[in-house]
DNA sequence: CAGCTGACAGATTTCAATATCTGTCATTCC
DNA sequence: GGAATGACAGATATTGAAATCTGTCAGCTG
């Protein structure tokens, strides 16, 4: 128990969320413990959120939103055009949820559980985000005549489901079997190929 | 208990597993309980099956098969373009699921806990079947000229894995949605604009 | 007095004893 | 004699009593 006598703010609760899940994994994590791992009592956690559902998604919405910024730096980056940019953005994607579910699969197998608890909520919510930068870049390239789309955001969102496979946790154990690469090119390709093409 | 003293078999067997599986559900469904209701002991059922997973193995299978013939008439339907016969033979794998999953979402319940337990055996042949039907179809519309693909087995298989969504039992809960219909459409085409397109 | 504590009620989880099930096989039955 | 039985050992599931957890709140503390 380190008590750390800083003050104790919503931050440094997430802090000790975290680890205590990656310690306890998400079914044996309490609020007891990330209290004990603080050194204050369970009450004081519940000062800062309201129930223990809520301090999950809390802790969910971070670790997903580390994705969406590394992502937002591709759909910003100005000298790439449209169609390597939808292809870098989807591969960069599929790359980071692959490698966090290769580098620690159990921390994975727990967010993943956190997601499904929170699929209506955060991860709407996220999916959210995600899909309308998506349509950013499919926007971009509709207006420079590279793509052919009537809608930017529906082709955006059915980019995004026709690639389910590679980023929805569900598949993880899929990604580490040898073809995927191959794979995941096939499905890009024949995406890609159908935004270029006369409507 | 309808002891019915006609001969036991291999079917009967797995129609009476198929009921009790519907009555009790994946978990609570029990050897025991099929051979109560065939009225036999249940030693007598492991002469036809060497092991409860072998039963539930073969009523899974049964349970796929019935789709697979289903979606071959499409893929042998002479008449119809191979844009046309794309789109109906996804379309009816699509229908099939989401009719079986929204008339009785209990057994569907039961059989995709039944599919998640036999992914490695059934329904990896399951799935072989379908992409065999489906690269059928684009190497029928490549050598019309209709498409242009390099490989029809690889995005036969590209086909598939991008409406996974649209087939793929753990996303069921997904079909009772307003939008599923648009949403399914705009993959769709995107997917069709893909193969038509030149390489 | 703002922040923290710890005791509390009701809900949930754990654990160990008990019951049921799986798979085998020597024996019985037509 | 080929098919079916039922007793059995080990594995798995069920159950209910005890332990722990969640969320609240009156009171303590600095």
């Given at each position: 128990?380190?008590?750390?006598?800083e003050?104790?703010?919503?931050?440094?609760?997430?802090?000790?969320?975290?680890?205590?899940?990656?310690?306890?994994?998400?079914?044996?994590?309490?609020?007891?413990?990330?209290?004990?791992?603080?050194?204050?009592?369970?009450?004081?956690?519940?000062?800062?959120f309201?129930?223990?559902?809520?301090?999950?998604?809390?802790?969910?919405?971070?670790?997903?939103?580390?994705?969406?910024?590394?992502?937002?730096?591709?759909?910003?980056?100005?000298?790439?055009?449209?169609?390597?940019?939808?292809?870098?953005w989807?591969?960069?994607?599929?790359?980071?949820?692959?490698?966090?579910?290769?580098?620690?699969?159990?921390?994975?197998?727990?967010?993943?559980?956190l997601?499904?608890?929170?699929?209506?909520?955060?991860?709407?919510?996220?999916?959210?985000?995600?899909?309308?930068?998506?349509?950013?870049?499919?926007?971009?390239?509709?207006?420079?005549?590279?793509?052919?789309?009537?809608?930017?955001a529906?082709?955006?969102?059915?980019?995004?489901r026709?690639?389910?496979?590679?980023?929805?946790?569900?598949?993880?154990?899929?990604?580490?079997?040898?073809g995927?690469?191959?794979?995941?090119?096939?499905?890009?390709?024949?995406?890609?190929?159908?935004?270029?093409?006369?409507?």
């Amino acid at each position: 128990m380190p008590p750390t006598s800083e003050t104790l703010t919503a931050e440094r609760i997430l802090e000790a969320t975290e680890e205590v899940l990656r310690r306890h994994g998400p079914a044996k994590a309490t609020v007891v413990d990330v209290a004990r791992a603080l050194g204050v009592s369970h009450g004081s956690v519940y000062r800062h959120f309201r129930t223990k559902s809520a301090l999950r998604e809390a802790v969910t919405k971070r670790w997903l939103d580390r994705t969406t910024e590394l992502l937002a730096a591709i759909v910003a980056a100005p000298d790439l055009d449209p169609e390597t940019r939808v292809r870098e953005w989807l591969a960069a994607l599929f790359a980071a949820k692959r490698r966090k579910a290769l580098a620690d699969p159990e921390l994975f197998a727990t967010y993943s559980v956190l997601t499904t608890e929170t699929a209506e909520t955060v991860v709407g919510a996220h999916i959210t985000e995600l899909t309308d930068q998506l349509t950013e870049i499919v926007r971009a390239g509709t207006a420079a005549g590279t793509f052919t789309v009537d809608d930017p955001a529906v082709t955006a969102g059915a980019l995004f489901r026709a690639t389910d496979r590679f980023h929805d946790p569900h598949y993880a154990r899929e990604w580490e079997r040898p073809g995927v690469e191959g794979e995941f090119e096939a499905v890009l390709d024949l995406l890609v190929r159908g935004l270029r093409a006369a409507a």
